[in-house]
Structures are given as C-alpha cells and as structure tokens.
C-alpha cells in the first residue's frame, strides 16, 4: 500500500517542485496540495494522509498553528519544510524530529520518507510527546479572538466568543448563533476555526463547532444520533469521536 501524502505549503513554485519529486517515488502517493493553514487543518481531517509535507513559514496560520489545531488522533506523521532557519532547524533536531531544509535533494527527501515510514509501522502515528515539546519550544501559543467582527450594514457589531453558543457554516458563510439572536459572518468555518481557542470550542461535526461552555449533556436522540445538548435545550448533532467530545467536556483541553 502506497503511502498517503499531502503537500502544504503557501507557494505555489515550492509544492509543484515537491509534488516532481514526490512523483518519482513509487511507495507514495500525493493525495493533495494545500496553500495555506485552514485548508490544510481542514484536509487533514477529511484525507487522513500518512504523511505530511508542512510548510513552517506561512501567513497567518502557520505550520506550527496547524498542528496545535488539530485534534491527537488526526495528527499523521510530520516533516517540516523550512527555508535557512537555524532556530526552527535546531529545534527540530532537539526534538528528533526530521525536516527537509530547502532546497532539499531528491536523496534528502528519500531519507526523510523512509523515516517517516518506518514510525508509521512502529506506532501508526509520530509521537505526540515530541511534536508538543517542539511546538512550546519554538514559539509562544497563539493569541486567540476575543470578539468576532459582524459587519452589519454601516457598523460592526463585535460579539463576545463566551456568548456565541455555536457556529454554524453555510457555504461561504458562518452564521453565529447566540441566546438572543444570530449574526452572519463572511467567513469560512475553518478560517474561523483556527482563531478561536481550542479550550473554549470544539468542531463536532463538518459545519458546526460548539462552545463547550453552553453544553448542557451528551445523549442520543430518537434516531440514535449522538447530539450535544445546550443549556437551551437545542441540540446539536455529534460526528466525530466520542472519546474526544467525551475528553473535552470534562476537562476544556485537547488530549
């Protein structure tokens, strides 16, 4: 079975370069390109990739931001791509873990391949330890919204992210949904998502992500889904694993 990669990196020049060279190694398969942080947060989690190719330097959301928003279970093997960096270089050495330092050579990202591959067969997943103890390294966690901006009409209504219940995503919209109305954002959820504290909100599902503050319980309804119950009574249907959602209410963190 071919190894599943994905490619993410802000510049376009860089991923068709690697995609060439990725091409000329018959054990991998390249399932996708990202060019920037939300979308790579976002294909992580629907392609579930062996392996991927992660850009440290991008705007706005970084490399490193990427891999705090992910949740543990979705977080596949790494290898950093860095221009001249002697910082990020010698802490992913401290760390152990590998990275490709351009421009790299088609031995260079065999090397690192084969490294990859030979963890995914050790333990199906890079360890957890390491990627944590670079991310506190290399730099501060990031600063998360306060408020999120709604333009309405000729003013901008700032609402307070403790009291947004959930967010809801339609299409290329997210509708903010509050006890006592609703506002709509020009914005994607993921975008979104990668600004907003993963101690506070949780994606349960491919358009909603809930604040886990106005969660009342976690039950099935009648047609034996699994749903979030808000302290308003609303309920919101739950996708993804229950041992995280399970983690998350109890303790506010990611595992």
Request: with cysteine; charged share 25%; aromatic share 4%.
């Amino acid at each position: 079975m071919k190894t599943k990669a994905l490619i993410i990196d802000d510049e376009a020049p860089a991923r068709g370069r690697l995609r060439k060279m990725l091409d000329q190694e018959p054990e991998v398969a390249v399932i996708g390109e990202c060019s920037n942080g939300p979308d790579a947060i976002t294909s992580i989690r629907a392609k579930r990739p062996d392996v991927i190719f992660l850009d440290v330097q991008m705007p706005e959301v970084n490399g490193f931001d990427v891999l705090r928003a992910l949740p543990p279970e979705t977080v596949p093997a790494v290898i950093f791509v860095t221009a001249h960096d002697k910082h990020a270089v010698e802490a992913f050495e401290v760390h152990a873990l590998d990275y490709l330092l351009k421009p790299f050579t088609q031995a260079r990202l065999q090397q690192a391949l084969r490294r990859a591959q030979e963890q995914a067969r050790a333990s199906g997943k890079q360890p957890l330890e390491q990627l944590r103890a670079l991310l506190d390294s290399i730099q501060p966690a990031p600063t998360y919204l306060d408020r999120i901006a709604v333009k309405n009409g000729s003013q901008t209504v700032f609402v307070k992210v403790h009291e947004v219940d959930y967010l809801e995503s339609a299409a290329n919209y997210v509708v903010v949904r509050t006890r006592t109305g609703s506002h709509i954002l020009r914005e994607t959820l993921s975008n979104l998502e990668a600004r907003l504290s993963p101690q506070l909100f949780l994606r349960i599902s491919r358009s909603i992500i809930a604040n886990l503050e106005r969660v009342k319980s976690l039950q099935l309804n009648a047609q034996g889904e699994s749903v979030l119950v808000l302290e308003d009574g609303r309920q919101l249907v739950v996708t993804r694993t229950l041992r995280e959602v399970h983690h998350r209410l109890q303790f506010g963190r990611p595992t």
